[in-house]
């Protein structure tokens, strides 16, 4: 008989435990046991989380699945990148942007029926500093919006919504010293994104013409504009079309360099971060092992 896989259910801890309890039946219910032995973790702090992760990937036959949303990701990838251990995601967060660009159903079910069908892609990494991404990050505007939204008690994309319209009105522009591939650029601009794939979550597409395995970076440079077209461009990202935009460059590139006294606000994946001085980021390519449809 085949040994199966061990893989290791990662519960985002701050979900409700209703939302847990479905989950986990789910599991039980659907999994292919015949290929898979689950085991469910629960930790109640990241710093608990770290010390699991610790263990598991000293098999680097193992597998670990995010059971959360791009935030939960991002730490665990944080924590197994370059172990060798291999990638899976039931997506349970409020904008799940790698699970929809992989192309993993939103529902627990669907999600669990490509984890069954054991088909595994190779994507890019990024790295900020020394910080790891999977999906987009950036700085300037769309770190505020993702700071203040990781404030809320409620998330959801409605909130999100709200706040983007909010901070929109308050919006202001920096000045960023740049080496793009060696090559010096001086934007003055409202946010620059660092795009390994599309979207930043719930189809808003930053990146249309990103590709997660191509070994390049989408960067997405946002100039200053005036307010009355600010909806337009909106719109532009729910159809793929913001990219038109003659307020906005996209550059393809393996490393960026960004230079800024003081403070750098940014966001990785979504979640806050603060960088000082200088940022570097650069492209790994196809460095995490992912449990994902064919394409």
């Known amino acids: 008989m085949k040994k199966k896989k061990n893989i ?15 989950v986990i039946k789910k599991i039980n219910t659907e999994l292919d046991l015949q290929i898979f032995e689950p085991h469910i973790i629960q930790t109640e702090t990241l710093e608990q989380l770290s010390s699991t992760l610790e263990t598991i990937k000293k098999d680097k036959n193992n597998i670990v699945v995010a059971v959360g949303g791009d935030g939960t990701i991002n730490h665990i ?10 990638f899976g995601i039931i997506p349970r967060g409020s904008g799940n942007g790698l699970a929809r660009e992989l192309k993993i159903p939103q529902t627990i079910s669907g999600a669990i029926r490509i984890i069954n069908q054991f088909y595994f892609r190779k994507i890019d990494i990024m790295q900020l500093n020394d910080l790891f991404s999977v999906n987009v990050s950036g700085i300037g505007f769309d770190a505020i919006i993702a700071k203040k939204f990781s404030e809320l008690e409620h998330r959801g994309f409605k909130n999100y919504l709200r706040i983007t319209a909010q901070e929109i009105k308050k ?5 960023y010293k740049m080496l793009i591939d060696g090559n ?5 601009a409202y946010l620059i994104s660092f795009a390994n794939s599309r979207q930043w979550g719930n189809n808003a597409y930053i990146a249309p013409k990103a590709k997660i395995d191509d070994g390049l970076i989408d960067v997405i440079i946002l100039h200053p504009f005036p307010l009355l077209p600010a909806p337009i461009m909106v719109a532009g990202l729910f159809t793929k079309t913001l990219g038109s935009s003659r307020y906005l460059d996209t550059i393809k590139a393996k490393e960026i360099v960004i230079k800024k006294e003081g403070e750098i606000f ?3 994946d979504g979640e806050p971060y603060i ?8 492209i790994y390519t196809k460095k995490l092992n992912i449990l994902a449809p064919k394409m």
């Open 171 to 175: 919006i202001k522009s920096e000045n």
């Open 8 to 22: 290791f259910f990662i519960i985002n801890p701050h979900s409700g435990n209703k939302k847990k309890t479905r």
């Open 275 to 282: 960088f000082k001085n200088q940022l570097k980021v650069t």
């Open 184 to 188: 010096e650029l001086n934007p003055k």
């Open 77 to 86: 990838v944080n924590k197994i990148v370059g172990s060798g251990i291999s």
């Open 266 to 268: 940014a966001h990785i």
